[in-house]
């Protein structure tokens, strides 16, 4: 099974095509421009690298989020119109199980994060099984203060993953200290290979049917809400 990966859910926009034995290709860039003008262009220069043909692939796979709003909303919607032209099937994996798996050697508790503003983190708790990261817990939006206290509290050392890491680490390790576990920098960007991978492992979602995992409205949505409810 040949497997396209796309994810522009966050800072990394990245592709990649694999299949069960091998990643045939991989294009990632980590900056957050452009999605929308550059996600084509390097699926179609992959695919020319790689010299397969559109009509080779059997499925794509996309982070379906949490993240950035426009940038789930752009990778959903190229891989929801690739899905539907080719007649191939759409898995979608959290974009917060992608990025945890580059925590598959660590001993411990591995928690990836997207920063959500306003002192909020998009978050999940993980732990390595054999060749896989799993989930513990499910992903979630929390206040990082409250996530840095609860997972004080587990019995492992945890390893936190993301970009956005620096960004809370004073709050991780006032509240856990030692306990906290920063990753190296390799490791903060989710790689579209392990997408890849995960996605010939789920099962297809029929593509009108398939939407994107928010976590959480967007502020203009939760803001039209509010002011139904006050009518």
């Known amino acids: 099974m040949n497997v396209l990966a796309i994810d522009s859910s966050?800072?990394?926009?990245?592709?990649?095509?694999?299949?069960?034995?091998?990643?045939?290709?991989?294009?990632?860039?980590?900056?957050?421009?452009?999605?929308?003008?550059?996600?084509?262009?390097?699926?179609?220069r992959l695919l020319k690298d790689i010299e397969m043909a559109p009509d080779d692939l059997d499925r794509v796979a996309v982070a379906q989020g949490p993240g950035s709003y426009t940038g789930v909303r752009i990778g959903v919607t190229v891989a929801k119109t690739l899905a539907w032209a080719l007649g191939i099937e759409l898995v979608g994996v959290s974009s917060l199980e992608v990025l945890a798996q580059?925590?598959?050697?660590?001993?411990?508790?591995?928690v990836p994060l997207f920063d959500a503003r306003r002192g909020q983190v998009y978050t999940g708790l993980y732990?390595?099984?054999?060749?896989?990261?799993?989930?513990?817990?499910?992903?979630?939006?929390?206040?990082?203060?409250?996530?840095?206290d609860a997972l004080a509290k587990l019995d492992a050392p945890v390893l936190f993953l993301g970009s956005d890491v620096d960004k809370h680490w004073a709050t991780i390790q006032a509240a856990m200290g030692e306990n906290a576990v920063k990753s190296s920098a390799n490791d903060h960007y989710p790689r579209p290979s392990e997408l890849a991978k995960l996605g010939i492992r789920r099962d297809p979602v029929p593509v009108h049917e398939f939407t994107p995992e928010y976590l959480q409205l967007a502020e203009a949505e939760a803001k039209w809400l509010a002011r139904q409810e006050r009518k």
């Open 127 to 148: 732990r390595a099984h054999q060749d896989r990261v799993l989930s513990v817990e499910n992903d979630r939006i929390v206040p990082i203060a409250d996530w840095a």
């Open 102 to 110: 580059n925590g598959r050697h660590f001993p411990g508790y591995v």
């Open 10 to 44: 966050n800072l990394t926009m990245g592709v990649a095509v694999a299949n069960e034995t091998a990643v045939l290709g991989e294009f990632i860039t980590n900056t957050k421009k452009n999605h929308s003008v550059r996600l084509m262009p390097a699926v179609e």
